[in-house]
Structure formats: C-alpha cells, structure tokens
C-alpha cells in the first residue's frame, strides 16, 4: 500500500503517517540513505538558476560566452577556451558559497542514523561535502569540490584559496606534480612532456568516475547485507545508473517484513516509480525531518505504534492467506481436462537448474561511472 504525504496539508491529516512512517525509521537496523542538490538547498548554498544566482554571476563575467547552466557540468565544455574559462570561474563561486555553508537538518537526521548504527551507507550526488565534518559514512557520487584534480596524472590536492583565486579569473593552475618531473627531465636533458592543469574533482556529465569501481563494489557489498530501509531525499532522480541502484535495494528491502523505501522531495517521482516507493513525502526535507525527529523523540509512541503496525500486518497477511484458500478451492472444484503427455518436450525446454540460480542473484556488474543525462543515448549505457 502506498502512502502520499503533503507537508502542506494540515497536521491533522498527515500526521498519523508521519507517526507510522517514523515507527519503521525506528526499527531499523541497516537503512540507506540516497541524497541530491534538494537536501543542501536551506544550506546557505543558492539555487544555480535564479536571478541572482551562480549562473548570473558568471554570465556577468563572461558576457560573451553562450553557455546554458547544464552546460557547465558537462565534460564536452572542455573542447572550448571560452567555455574553459567560464567553468573555472563558475567552480570558484561555488567553492566559496560551499566553505561558508552549514548541514542542515537533514544532514544532522542522517549523522543520528549513524550515530545510533542504523545508517549503513549515505550515497550523495552532492558535491559539497556537507556530510564530512559530520562522520557520515557518505559515498560522493560526483565527486567533491574540497579536493583538484590534475587534468593529465589525476594527482589531488586540497583545493585550497589560492588555487580558487585562480580558477575566479578562469585560469587553470599548473598541477605540482607534473611541474616537477617536467623539472626533473629538464635537469637530466630529457625531451619535455606535457604538463596538466589542475580542476576541481567533480565528475562531470559524459566522463567516467575515478573510483567507479570501488563504488560499485560497495554497492554490490551493502546490498548483500540485506537493507531493511531506504530513504531517497532531494533529487529528481535523473542519473540511470542511480535509478538502477535504487531499484535493485527496494527489491531486496521489500523482501522483507516490515522492509520500505521512503521518497522526500518538493516535486513528485515520475511514473515509473509507482511500485518502488512506499511513501512519498512531498515537501522540504528539513520540514519532514523536524516532523520525523519529534516523533522519533516519542519512545511510547513509537512502541504503540509498532505493534499496531505488526497486528495490522498479520491482519493482512491471513486475510491474503484466506483469498489464496478460496482460490485453491475454486480449482480443486474445477473440472480438468486430459492433455498429451508431452512432459519429455516440456523438460527440454526448461532451463537448468544453475542457471535459474544464477538468474536469481543480485548483483551489479560493469559499474561504468560515466555521469550522463537522462536521455535516449543514455538509457542505452549503465551509468552514474
């Protein structure tokens, strides 16, 4: 049964779910957490769109430069100098907005799940490394603006104020490590190499992921300790190779008793989530989480509301049991009709017993960390 809840609706209505909803927060043993832009949005850091935001700032100082604000998160800006040069002002602005910037609610709500060993692994699509001074087992999807990255080695270092100065004037730093062996060659007479320049270590749209491979291997490790919840907040879950991953954990956690997967967001999922969440919360995830902790805080509340989860369950559960019976009578009272044996041709076209087995595995195979948009081409790719 889904559950829609409308934090603008007024408390008396959703107020009840809210309390079911945090009695399944509370006995939880290994939840997920999946977080986007919308969890970082009351963090002092602006939306990129608006009026006075990023993109403005650096279109002022760019003035002759066309470049739409998608744009620069994509790896093809790189094949221009114009661009190149809006993009590292671009990156500069936005460090400086993130180093000013405090965890929200919604951060805290997710260190509580830590600190009370529920929380198995937070995977963020953010870059702002919000959940870091926080000891949150936090996995960046796309990567993060405290470190630079060399374009040509993939040497990092802290992406410190005089490398953002640079960037402010759209200018790439020279990356130490390259400038060194350079020296060392030209000290020993050696032909000169190229040298790379340094960029903030995100993962941009249409290039790989550094360490995809590790992170997908984590994925494949948490889902097989068996989640019993999950809680998607603040993204509009475009990223296909994201999608997947959401879909795979909310198969295994509905398998088991009592398992959810929670969606918080201010805009509805599409369609095809239908079936994947079983609650939706719309509205700002702060909101949600002040609603959620005072419940949490209800230690009677939620034991009452616990068994009366459990008792309504059982309910179900016999009354499915009960259909099941009455259908089985239907067919005990239902004539059946003498068919060939063609149990030899039906055996031949049953598949092994190993590979049904193998079928019935989960596993993520071929993690390819190449951030790409949501559209036809990407669909086609596996992707994060």
């Not at 403005?56 to 100098?81: C, I, M, S, W, Y």
């Not at 959940?131 to 990255?149: D, S």
């Not at 270092?157 to 350079?182: H, L």
């Amino acid at each position: 049964m889904k559950v829609k809840i409308a934090i603008s609706e007024p408390a008396e209505v959703i107020d009840p779910f809210i309390t079911d909803l945090s009695s399944y927060i509370a006995k939880s043993k290994r939840a997920i957490v999946v977080t986007g832009a919308g969890i970082s949005c009351s963090s002092g850091i602006p939306d990129f769109r608006s009026s006075d935001g990023l993109y403005n700032l650096v279109k002022q100082r760019h003035p002759d430069t066309v470049l739409r604000g998608k744009e620069l998160f994509d790896a093809t800006l790189f094949r221009n100098e114009k661009t190149i040069k809006c993009f590292y002002t671009f990156m500069a602005e936005l460090r400086a907005l993130i180093s000013n910037a405090n965890p929200t609610l919604t951060h805290q709500f997710i260190q509580s799940l830590t600190h009370k060993g529920q929380l198995l692994r937070c995977y963020t699509q953010n870059i702002d490394f919000l959940e870091e001074n926080l000891n949150i087992p936090a996995i960046q999807l796309h990567g993060t603006m405290k470190e630079v990255r060399c374009t040509l080695c993939s040497a990092t270092y802290d992406f410190t104020d005089d490398y953002a100065q640079q960037f402010m004037t759209g200018e790439a730093p020279i990356c130490p490590q390259c400038e060194s062996v350079e020296a060392e060659r030209a000290r020993q007479g050696k032909r000169q190499l190229a040298v790379g320049t340094l960029r903030p270590a995100i993962v941009l749209y249409n290039e790989d992921h550094p360490n995809g491979e590790s992170i997908g291997q984590l994925q494949v490790n948490d889902l097989k300790k068996k989640p019993d919840l999950m809680i998607v907040m603040g993204t509009s879950l475009k990223i296909p190779a994201l999608k997947k991953f959401i879909k795979q954990a909310a198969k295994i956690i509905h398998e088991k008793p009592g398992g959810i997967v929670v969606f918080v967001n201010r805009t509805s999922p599409t369609k095809e989530w239908e079936k994947v969440f079983d609650y939706e919360v719309l509205g700002d995830t702060d909101e949600w989480v002040e609603w959620t902790n005072k419940k949490l805080a209800d230690e009677k509340l939620m034991n009452q509301t616990a068994l009366k989860l459990r008792r309504l369950a059982k309910e179900r559960q016999e009354s499915a049991d009960y259909e099941d019976d009455d259908d089985d009578d239907e067919k005990e009272n239902t004539p059946v009709r003498k068919r060939r044996n063609n149990s030899a041709k039906t055996t031949a076209k049953q598949p092994s017993l190993k590979r049904t087995l193998s079928k019935s595995q989960t596993t993520i195979t071929h993690f390819a960390v190449t951030k790409r948009r949501n559209t036809a081409h990407a669909k086609a790719n596996k992707v994060v």
